[in-house]
């Protein structure tokens, strides 16, 4: 791990920033390191960062494809990015690397109400492209818990989730096709404007997820759902996990879909209650939280809400609260969205990610509280229960080198819990330079091959994001044949 | 293009029968002609077929990786087939090569019902799946036409679409996981068992729709959905194409979801009404016919074919009618079901393919008159109206060379026109033997060149499917090469 310092510009580094302010313009091309440092990495703070050559912020594809080919010709590698709100270090800038800010390509290009589609270049903030859709009646449904900052590119690398995911899917459902700017700086363009199509390989959903590994995406045309009712909530306490985790499988199993379907444990709840100063309604003995909605609307909605109620209270809820009233319901929510800020009282937070299937979820819970008291940190998880995937959150003090040693433990252990469930290593935040070794504890050696091979094929020099997601040279042995013959 | 004839079967083709003889039983490996001749090709009367080495018919997983490994020590191809219902010649025979038959590997290895998933093997049936999964209150989605006969091996690797994609999504979206087996021979897993899940590239949906080319499907995890309620329905019959695909518009625009929506053209009513001797009360004039279902259950459905129908009347329908009986529903989705065998009473049938924006079904539709017209050939249109996806299908006598390249012709025009609308060559049926050069048309230079990158990366040696969907070697001129090469 390195930290921000003032960059050794080469020769040929120099002449790679005059290349690229001679295309670009000079303003899209930053190499102050007061500004270039606020581009060097991302949420994640166990991710290791490096100090970028420069900043390059293209205003259009062109400008991206002027980049890349400046940069292949002058080896240099890309990090791309957007907002910066990924918490794996996916964008965290590595030594000498030029750091592709995609911000300024932040226009909605078309959106086409008749045919329920839009085309959104990646620099649009999450929310301002829902607004904009809302505004035509129609709806987007990935929602990262950060949908007021990231933006869409970052959606897109990650294959980002959120709250909504229960009842409509992640960012690649909703993705009809992207171009995408290529390690030889050649534009492709995948899939179509229709809602089905089968030409070729699935080409957009092997760019969307890939981490900027493969590719710079410059534009992407999704398609859009009719905008939901206004939901209904329902809040129910437990005083076992067990039966919070209950009552989870047995609306799965009930085959009900509510649109959001959340879980706080004990750590969470108390944080928020000490950061909102109200008592939310859990009572003392509650040991897990569960908040639902269902945006079908009116008379169905109800139905729905009432269906798990009935189930919270058989699996042995102590309360059970079920309004239609929108402010109500966000009120409600407000305690599952400030946990991560609740839990800045006690220190940094470092947030994990794992999926678990949905039957185990009460398990994963009673993990993370034995890990907690193992490593003796706060450890506080929150989660979309209705698809199983669960951030569990560990509370630390970083500038203690040994509470930070105990916090990547916990990060770790709640990982081998996780695929010990029959999870995976990452629900949505992805791998990024924080879950590489874990990425290839779970998909294995031949795994791993095909990922390679992919890369070789799409990017040979490795100019994007090379210490990403994974190593091209998998060995320590051939990393030190590679230091030396370089 | 080539027909059946007697294999000349060289010493190291003999040679390789011996060795899959040996490995996967005398029974597993078939060279007497009359049966595999049956072998040799799909449901596509255009597409080239070819005399293969040999038929194999694995059990296992480990079977397939046996033989697998035996093609590619001999240098002898592989082509991958289910049930052989498919419409492109993806799974034709070429001279020489194994055809590897998944049917034997038919097994439903679990049905997770409380986490709505099931592990299923390529030889099952569409229906047989199914109905198993019904049984546990579990509904799987996709229905391509030939359902009760095609396997979910060829829905895997077509990413097979079907009546209800308009509200549930194709095949890919229904996939969490597979076993896929390499070129090498060597055995790849691909995603998970949970609902969400981002650790590394997408390998699942890429290996869906790649028809056979970058590996073999030995196993899949899919996830399911509650078991819809017994469907509503709606009829409605409009004197003029271009009203129907009005109220089609208006039904996506209005954000309704029917979870069936059908168009029928003039051509096809004909049939339909001659076959079943029956007037399917669409009134004389009529020229298109839209069939509707919801399976919202009781009031929900009600008002959603309700709204549906009061579209169409303003849209300028000359009949509606709807009914929740769900008998009489079938009895009007047969209309719609018999067409392909009543063109049959007319001559051959060639059923085309194309999505497009479904704002443009109307002049799909009209382009399609014309076409007919211009060819002199019966062209009867239907499709999946709710997602733009329509199959023109052209009646001819094969025996005719002149009605042969009539009907030929026939084909290529209604993809130009699918194009100029916007749409794709190829909605759910695939590319196969008869669509390379459409696929090249639709997708550019760039995107067959990270086709080539990418089959070239998974399997090197033109293992899989090597006449398929495009070819590796671009030009006439390669070609050639490579015949005095080898």
């Known amino acids: 791990m390195s930290t921000a310092s003032e960059p050794t510009t080469t020769g040929s580094g120099i002449a790679l920033v005059d290349r690229l302010r001679a295309e670009l313009g000079h303003s899209a091309v930053i190499t102050d390191t007061d500004v270039t440092d606020s581009y060097s990495r991302d949420m994640m703070p166990l991710a290791p960062y490096g100090t970028p050559l420069a900043v390059v912020m293209p205003t259009d594809t062109e400008g991206v494809q002027a980049t890349v080919r400046a940069c292949a010709a002058a080896g240099v590698p890309i990090v791309p990015r957007g907002a910066g709100s990924g918490l794996t270090g996916a964008a965290n ?150 039966a919070a985790g209950d009552a989870v499988a047995r609306v799965v ?71 239609d009233d929108l402010a109500e319901g966000n009120m409600l929510l407000q305690a599952r969205r400030v946990v991560l800020t609740a839990l800045e009282t006690y220190g940094t937070w470092l947030t994990d990610d794992v999926s678990v299937p949905r039957t185990r979820i009460a398990e994963l819970i009673s993990g993370c509280a034995r890990i907690a008291d193992e490593v003796g940190l706060r450890i506080a998880v929150v989660g979309h229960a209705g698809d199983g995937n669960m951030h569990p959150t560990i509370v630390y003090d970083p500038s203690s080198v040994d509470e930070s040693e105990r916090a990547h433990k916990a990060f770790d252990d709640i990982l081998d819990v996780g695929l010990s469930l029959g999870g995976t290593i990452t629900g949505e935040h992805g791998v990024g330079k924080i879950k590489q070794e874990w990425l290839a504890r779970e998909i294995g050696p031949v795994g791993m091959r095909v ?34 013959g370089s």
């Open 93 to 242: 800038a590595i030594d000498g690397c030029v750091v592709l800010v995609l911000t300024k390509m932040n226009e909605i290009v078309e959106i086409d109400a008749a045919n329920r589609l839009a085309v959104v270049q990646p620099g649009v903030v999450n929310l301002d492209f829902r607004d904009a859709v809302a505004k035509n009646g129609l709806f987007y449904p990935p929602d990262p818990s950060s949908y007021d900052w990231c933006t869409i590119g970052g959606n897109l690398a990650t294959n980002a989730g959120g709250l909504c995911c229960v009842k409509y899917g992640v960012t690649t459902d909703a993705v009809l096709g992207l171009k995408v700017v290529l390690a030889d700086g050649s534009l492709l363009k995948t899939g179509r404007r229709t809602v089905k199509g089968v030409a070729g390989y699935d080409l957009t959903k092997l760019f969307i997820g890939s981490e900027g590994t493969l590719g710079v995406i410059t534009e992407a045309t999704v398609s859009l759902k009719p905008l939901p009712q206004a939901p209904g909530t329902l809040v129910a306490a437990f005083n076992d996990t067990a």
């Open 253 to 323: 199993k009930e085959g009900l879909v509510p649109s959001l379907m959340e879980i706080m444990d004990k750590a969470s709840i108390d944080a928020a209650e000490t950061y909102l100063k109200t008592d939310i309604g859990a009572g003392s003995g509650c040991e897990a939280l569960l908040l639902c909605q269902s945006d079908s609307g009116g008379e169905v909605a109800r139905r729905e809400l009432t269906a798990i109620e009935q189930i919270c209270t058989d699996a042995g809820a102590d309360m059970t609260y079920v309004t």
């Open 451 to 484: 990922h390679r091979s992919i890369k070789q094929a799409l990017d040979p020099e490795n100019l994007f994001n090379p210490e990403s997601m994974f190593s091209m040279f998998p060995t320590p042995a051939s990393q030190l044949e590679r230091s030396a």
